[in-house]
């Protein structure tokens, strides 16, 4: 069983407004990873972690910024919503021959 | 990069086989994961491949051939709660910082009908 973590589940927010939303995983997996994903389309990879202090950029820029500062953290956070950003958001994490997502965050920017 | 290719759709029939395909070009092949995803929720793992040759989870088998950059989902005895989305994901080595992407193709999507 995956223990991954996401809060909130679900966020309305305005548009403009700094917003932060956690991942957590107490499986000890060295890399994690953020994805966008719209109704019924692909995943996009945002960001993605193989350690602590190390973060990339995936091929999505959706102006998001990451840390990892703790193995078991990978918080994202959003500087300014706009209504573009409304997605869902999944957090997934891997050590080597698993892979596992939590549940989501369904993000509203209006 | 990578370049990852799925059906977008298919429709089988309760109790039935699919085999549903998956083809990749990578350059630091790393592994591939299958997933299933029912609309609105979260990816849930279904199988990973590093080496070739089958890997059997019950219901689910999933076939790798490296050299062909080829892999296949078989779901067997097919049942309506099957129908989802299933989705093919590589992990790449990223040279530049020693770490691994894990990119998805687009995904299947699996009508199961009575």
């Known amino acids: 069983e995956a223990d991954i973590y996401q809060t909130p589940r679900y966020l309305v927010i305005g548009t403009g407004k700094k917003i932060t939303l956690e991942c957590s995983q107490t499986m000890g997996h060295d890399k994690m990873y953020w994805y966008q994903q719209d109704p019924g389309m692909e995943l996009h990879l945002i960001h993605y972690s193989y350690g602590v202090n190390s973060t990339e950029k995936g091929d999505l820029s959706s102006e998001s910024t990451v840390s990892r500062i703790r193995t078991e953290h990978f918080p994202l956070t959003l500087e300014s919503a706009r209504p573009s950003h409304t997605s869902q958001y999944l957090c997934a994490s891997r050590q080597d021959t698993e892979a596992f997502f939590g549940q989501g965050t369904r993000l509203t920017v209006v | 990069g990578q370049n990852i290719d799925q059906p977008t759709e298919m429709t089988a029939t309760e109790g039935a086989i699919v085999q549903i395909n998956c083809t990749y070009q990578?350059?630091?092949?790393?592994?591939l994961f299958w997933y299933q995803q029912h609309a609105g929720e979260a990816p849930t793992f279904l199988s990973y491949?590093?080496?070739?040759g089958l890997e059997e989870k019950g219901r689910f088998s999933s076939f790798l051939s490296r050299s062909k950059g080829y892999s296949y989902l078989l779901l067997k005895e097919l049942q309506m709660k099957d129908s989802a989305s299933y989705l093919c994901a590589v992990s790449d080595l990223y040279s530049g910082a020693g770490s691994y992407q894990l990119t998805f193709g687009k995904g299947t999507k699996l009508s199961v009908i009575p």
């Open positions: 990578t350059s630091g092949f790393n592994g």
């Open positions: 491949n590093v080496l070739d």
